[in-house]
């Protein structure tokens, strides 16, 4: 039930939040670089699944209000990144694990009211906690391979150069999350 939960979350359109993330940390990659994003994704579930377990065990509380306005903006940032990057193959990955599972911690408290609500009042929230985690990892892991996919598409069958897909992708998701953070901060600064 909570694996399900989990991964039907993580590619819900209502959580764009999630999927455009994800999508920012897998535009420099192509799918022969599938082992790398393994990874970037794994670093951000460990990061999120951290903050998670903290928060629905309600050690850390952090105003919901600010972790919606940072969520884009770990986006933004990301996708800027991207956009930046010199090198159009990724030699180093150390920024990417950085913002994969440090952002991945931020990630983790916008899932932990969903996730809170539908635990109730249980007690054990273990069992719980690693099946949703492993749904969002699913979750994930579909969103890459259609990322990874559709790049393959583009820059392997219709010729578009790597570095033209990526300034592409990562522009359009660093526009979208710009305006979410923007209209976010309007209701941050709502009292």
């Known amino acids: 039930m909570y694996f399900q939960m989990g991964w039907q979350h993580i590619v819900d359109w209502e959580g764009i939040d999630h999927i455009l993330f994800i999508a920012a940390l897998c535009a420099i990659y192509l799918l022969e670089d599938w082992r790398k994003v393994l990874v970037l994704v794994t670093a951000f579930t460990i990061g999120h699944s ?10 850390v509380h952090i105003s919901s209000k600010l972790i919606e306005f940072l969520i884009p903006v770990t986006i933004f940032i990301t996708a800027f990144s991207n956009i930046i990057r010199k090198q159009t193959v990724p030699v180093k990955l150390q920024i990417n694990y950085f913002f994969a599972g440090f952002f991945g911690l931020i990630h983790g ?3 932990s009211g969903y996730l809170k609500s539908l635990l109730g009042t249980q007690t ?18 579909l969103i890459v391979t259609g990322v990874l996919l559709l790049a393959g598409i583009i820059v392997n069958i219709t ?4 570095r033209d897909w990526n300034m592409f992708l990562s522009s ?20």
Do not use: D, H, W, Y
Not at 159 to 162: G, S, T
Not at 183 to 190: A, G, I, P, T
């Open 172 to 191: 359009a998701i660093f526009g979208i999350a710009f305006m979410m953070a923007a209209e976010r901060f309007k209701e941050l600064m709502v009292k």
């Open 159 to 162: 010729r578009v150069k790597r």
């Open 109 to 111: 408290m916008g899932f």
């Open 124 to 141: 054990n929230v273990v069992t719980p906690l690693l099946a949703f985690n492993l749904g969002l990892e699913f979750g994930q892991i």
């Open 50 to 59: 951290i903050t998670l377990a903290l928060s629905v065990t309600n050690v």
